[in-house]
């Protein structure tokens, strides 16, 4: 089995990784891949803007929308408070349905705040931060025992859930080639450092048309999250269980990809 487990300090360096582990491989694709970023709220400005070049001239979108998608940054930067950004991205929502076609089953974001639960929908990120605020003020924080996967948001707003966001529902997606291809997030809390983590897995990852702006928008996630809940962000995991070089891009990639390239970190 083809795989990869790349760690990088910034986000430009970790995707050009990755990439290069996939170019080697005469399939261009890995499973369960591993990609650790030290700071995911770095990244190298050049990279990004020949990657987005890239991505026009494919059809695609470009990093920035894609990173929306997990989290609306510049609509959080104008919010006063979590609610205010839950209700104004509320009432934007059916027109980002609208405008982009990748929108129209829903965004990751929509998902984390207005979670679909069997009986009511549920903001899992207000859980989450009011989850770590109280943790963060207790002589013994938990710091990795959120892990249930399983529980429905909607009818168990307690301790076991409020760490931990799953994104798929069941029974409503059922798409084998379509949204969401974000399974779960994960949130471990370093009270020492006060440092706040994210794992998100993936159940597949196209490098070039998502990954990079994916890897943004979780970084945003992350110093969104850790910021109202007074901790510091920290590193970024991303799993895969599939990864792969979109085919018609490979050769437009290889000179990005070169070993000549600038970027923040070596």
């Given amino acids: 089995?083809?795989?990869?487990?790349?760690?990088?300090?910034?986000?430009?360096?970790?995707?050009?990784?990755?990439?290069?582990?996939?170019?080697?491989?005469?399939?261009?694709?890995?499973?369960?891949?591993?990609?650790?970023?030290?700071?995911?709220q770095r990244d190298d400005p050049g990279v990004r803007a020949e990657l987005d070049r890239i991505l026009t001239v494919k059809g695609m979108q470009p990093v920035r929308t894609v990173?929306?998608?997990?989290?609306?940054?510049?609509?959080?930067?104008?919010?006063?408070?979590?609610?205010?950004?839950?209700?104004?991205?509320?009432?934007?929502?059916?027109?980002?349905?609208?405008?982009?076609?990748?929108?129209?089953?829903?965004?990751?974001?929509?998902?984390?705040?207005?979670?679909?639960?069997?009986?009511?929908s549920v903001d899992q990120l207000a859980g989450i931060i009011r989850q770590l605020l109280l943790q963060g003020h207790t002589s013994n924080p938990k710091s990795a025992c959120y892990e249930a996967n399983l529980v429905d948001p909607a009818a168990d707003d307690v301790e076991p859930y409020s760490s931990s966001m799953p994104i798929r529902v069941p029974g409503r997606d059922n798409g084998i080639m379509q949204f969401p291809c974000l399974s779960h997030c994960s949130f471990q809390l370093d009270n020492r450092a006060r440092q706040l983590h994210l794992t998100a897995l993936y159940r597949s990852h196209y490098m070039v048309e998502k990954a990079y702006g994916n890897y943004v928008g979780l970084g945003n996630l992350l110093a969104y999250v850790a910021r109202q809940s007074d901790l510091k962000p920290g590193m970024l995991t991303v799993i895969a269980g599939y990864a792969q070089l979109d085919g018609n891009a490979i050769g437009m990639l290889r000179p990005l990809l070169s070993e000549s390239v600038p970027m923040l970190a070596a």
């Fill in 1 to 40: 089995m083809e795989t990869f487990n790349v760690q990088a300090p910034d986000v430009s360096t970790a995707w050009v990784r990755a990439c290069r582990a996939l170019l080697e491989n005469r399939s261009h694709r890995a499973f369960h891949t591993v990609v650790r970023i030290v700071d995911p």
């Fill in 67 to 120: 990173a929306n998608t997990i989290f609306p940054a510049a609509l959080a930067a104008n919010a006063t408070t979590h609610d205010e950004l839950v209700e104004r991205y509320k009432s934007l929502y059916p027109a980002l349905k609208r405008l982009h076609t990748g929108n129209r089953l829903g965004t990751y974001f929509h998902r984390l705040i207005d979670y679909p639960g069997k009986d009511k």
